[in-house]
C-alpha cells in the first residue's frame, strides 16, 4: 500500500500566485517523520523540511509554509508569491522509527512549474 | 552539515559492460545506507539497504545479481550495476544515516546505457 500519496502529478501557476502541495501518508507507527524535498532538474534532492510525528506546530520559512494535521494524516507545503526558481519536481516523504537507518517512503512527486 | 558524496553524477557506459557508483559519508560514519533508483518522471524507490559488513537487503523485484552492493567500511558503500542494459538507464541515488538519525542524500548519478 502506498505509504505516501501525492495526488497532484503537474501544477502550473503564474508567478506571484501562492500554490499548495497536498500530501497524505499511512503509517501505524506513532513515531515518524515527514519531509518535504525539492529537485530541481539537475536532480539532487533539496532538503526543505523535516517534522516529527509529536511536533504538529505549523512551520513558516519565507515563503515556504508547512501545514501538519495528524487528524487527516497530511503534510501540505504552501508556496507563497511564487517564483520561477521554484521550478520543480517536489516530493513528500515519511520515515518511521520502527524502520532502522532511516529508510524513506518517497510519495510520486508534484512537478510545478511556475510561469512568468 | 553531514554531507554524502556520490560520484560519479553522470556515466555513459555502453551495453554489456559494468558501472559502478560510489557514496561516502565524508563526516559521519554510516552502517547504514540505501540505494534508490528513480526512472524518469517517477518518484525514487527503494532498491536496497546496505549494512555496513554484511549482505545487503534488496527490495523485492531487485536482482541482486545484477546490482551487487559492497559496504565494506562505515563511510562507503558502492553499487555495481553489472552488464548493464539500456533499461537499466537511470538516476540512482544514495542515502546515509548518522548517529542522530539524520538522512543525508547523495547528489545522484545519472546513468545512461548505450
Known amino acids: 500500500a502506498q505509504k505516501v500519496t501525492q495526488a497532484q502529478t503537474e501544477i502550473s501557476v503564474v508567478e506571484k500566485e501562492d500554490v499548495t502541495l497536498d500530501c497524505v501518508y499511512e503509517?501505524?507507527?506513532?513515531?515518524?517523520?515527514l519531509f518535504w524535498y525539492k529537485q530541481p532538474p539537475s536532480g539532487e534532492l533539496v532538503f526543505l523540511i523535516r517534522?516529527?510525528?509529536?511536533?504538529?506546530q505549523n512551520e513558516i520559512s519565507g515563503r515556504y509554509s508547512w501545514n501538519f494535521q495528524k487528524s487527516t494524516s497530511s503534510f501540505n507545503f504552501t508556496i507563497t508569491a511564487s517564483q520561477v526558481v521554484d521550478s520543480a519536481v517536489y516530493f513528500c516523504a515519511l520515515s518511521e522509527a520502527s524502520n532502522t537507518g532511516n529508510q524513506f517512503y518517497f510519495g510520486t512527486g508534484t512537478s510545478l512549474t511556475v510561469i512568468p | 552539515g553531514a554531507v554524502v558524496s556520490q560520484h560519479p553524477s553522470r556515466v555513459i557506459c555502453k551495453s554489456g559492460t559494468s558501472v559502478k557508483i560510489e557514496c561516502r559519508s565524508l563526516d559521519f560514519q554510516a552502517t547504514t545506507m540505501f540505494w534508490y533508483r528513480q526512472f524518469p518522471k517517477q518518484s525514487l524507490m527503494l532498491m536496497a539497504t546496505?549494512?555496513?559488513?554484511?549482505?545487503?537487503?534488496?527490495e523485492q523485484g531487485v536482482e541482486k545479481d545484477k546490482f551487487l552492493i559492497n559496504h565494506a567500511s562505515l563511510t562507503l558503500s558502492t553499487l555495481t550495476v553489472t552488464s548493464a542494459h539500456p533499461e537499466d538507464s537511470s538516476f540512482y541515488i544514495c542515502?546515509?544515516?548518522?548517529?542522530?538519525?539524520?538522512?543525508?542524500f547523495g547528489q545522484g548519478t545519472r546513468l545512461t546505457v548505450v
Open positions: 503509517t501505524r507507527d506513532t513515531t515518524y517523520y
Open positions: 546496505s549494512n555496513e559488513g554484511s549482505k545487503a537487503t534488496y
Open positions: 542515502s546515509a544515516t548518522d548517529k542522530n538519525t539524520e538522512a543525508f
Open positions: 517534522r516529527n510525528s509529536f511536533d504538529e
